[in-house]
């Protein structure tokens, strides 16, 4: 299981620049439920690398679904990441591939806590965003089933702690600004601080977690979907304060993804008709699938970075998506 012996929040003046940041409790999980899911995850990233290489996703294909090795993305020219996960698409047939005995031993423990994830825990806050939209409460949850073709996927995810030597070549970067590709991502509360987030302002900030909580991101179908009247958030991981730095920083996390298929322009609400974001001029999004965003996305993350770190990019018809180190 976790470690409780770490501090729940580093002592570094800089937690004290904290952010407001979505997160929901009472959410029907047990921490017994989370913690097993950690021990999971931890048990998978300890796997010998040649070990785990036999289950690398496709990823410059697109998808995520299996192991993504450590270093896979540049974050400035010549420096790469310090962090791997690994990625379990919905057990559908979609997502059918052949994974590490450590997970086929769980597989119905992983299977129920993604279920109960996808069945319960995002449909109702995709309810609650269909209702200040003010759509019929369905809406959203269309698109969002368990059963679609979707990349949604549980993620265990670790990032190695690096010498005080080396934080300072990253400038303290363990992955650089950017925003997520699906609908929401859900991450359960973790011991050690390192998630910022970019406020309106330009000024990043550090998010908190508290206890029970799971922090929610929007991302970037959402934004689409609301033309910007809900942002994808722009979130980066740094280096964690001077107490937690020398721990490897274990995460759980859940991606929801819509349905392949689904288009992404502007969805007809009353209220975004009234704020002037909605009219039925075309857009360059108009002829979009939600699942070639996604896709195009992930293989991205391989290509090298930018002179000051991977700077926005073009994905798809000229729709950009934005990253940045400042």
Known sequence: MLDSSMSEWGSSNARDAVADCPQITGFGLSQEEIDNQFAIGRDVLNMPTEEKLKYRADLEHGSYNGYRPLGSNEIFPGLRDNFEMYNMFKFIPYGEREHPEIVQQHREEIEQFQQKIAEDVVQKLLVLISILLELPEDYLSNGHRFNDVSDCHLRYMVYRARTAEENAKYKGIYSGGH??????????????????????????????????????????????????????????????????????????????????????????????????LKDDQPTDADNLKAGDWVQKRVAQNLEKAGKDGQGDKVVLNGLKAKYGND
């Open 179 to 276: 925003t997520d590709f699906g609908s929401l991502t859900l991450l359960f509360r973790q011991p050690i601080a390192a998630l910022q987030i970019k406020t309106s302002s330009g000024e990043w900030k550090w998010v908190k977690p508290y206890p029970e909580s799971i922090t929610v991101n929007i991302a970037d179908i959402l934004q689409f979907w609301t033309n910007g009247y809900l942002k994808s958030s722009i979130h980066r991981v740094m280096a964690p304060p001077p107490d937690q730095v020398d721990q490897d920083r274990l995460g759980l996390l859940y991606f929801l993804r819509p349905a392949h298929d689904l288009n992404l322009k502007t969805v007809d609400s009353p209220l975004l008709r009234r704020l002037g």
